[in-house]
């Protein structure tokens, strides 16, 4: 029975992060998305000879990629000792997905800005579009971020 003891130097499992550090990545994820589409909404950044368009459908899944990526090997390298590149390239992957159809919606159901954007009636349309496009950019990050990191920690066998 005593050599079955468990102690603090010797776990008998990975417990994997705990759950502080993966909403903090998740928070960063999604302020990083959300700032960024609302300075490119907002027309706060210089972007005369770029489309409309390459804001939100490239560029955002593009970063959501990239932070979503070195959050989930940060995640894993925590939790396991090691990172599995491939497996967390192939899970982050599917980001643009859900991003790409929650602009598609805003696009067709321009109401579901509305409520975000009452909220600053003096301020210009670019920057009521901007803090609208910052609101759910900030929480799509978030809730992709928040599932990736659940997965990220998995440990290779």
Same mark, same amino acid.
């Given at each position: 029975? %005593? ?22 990545? %998740?928070?960063? /994820? ?15 950044? !210089? ?5 409309? +368009? ?30 599995? +590149?491939? /497996? ?14 929650? +602009?598609? =919606? ?13 909220? =600053? ?17 900030? +929480? ?11 997965? !990220? ?5």
């Amino acid at each position: 029975m %005593a050599g079955n003891a468990v102690t603090s130097t010797s776990p008998d499992k990975k417990l994997g992060v705990n759950s502080g550090i993966r909403i903090v990545l %998740a928070l960063l /994820v999604g302020i990083v998305v959300g700032i960024f589409m609302l300075t490119w909404d907002a027309k706060f950044i !210089a972007r005369d000879a770029f489309p409309d +368009w390459l804001g939100p459908y490239i560029i955002m899944p593009v970063l959501a990629i990239v932070l979503g990526y070195g959050s989930n090997c940060l995640i894993q390298q925590l939790s396991c000792g090691q990172v599995q +590149w491939m /497996v967390q390239l192939q899970r982050v992957s599917i980001v643009p997905i859900p991003i790409v159809l929650m +602009w598609i =919606i805003l696009g067709f159901v321009p109401g579901m800005r509305w409520p975000i954007e009452g909220l =600053i009636q003096s301020g210009t349309p670019e920057l009521r579009k901007g803090m609208s496009s910052g609101y759910y950019a900030f +929480w799509i990050g978030l809730y992709l971020q928040n599932m990736l990191n659940g997965t !990220a920690q998995l440990c290779p066998i």
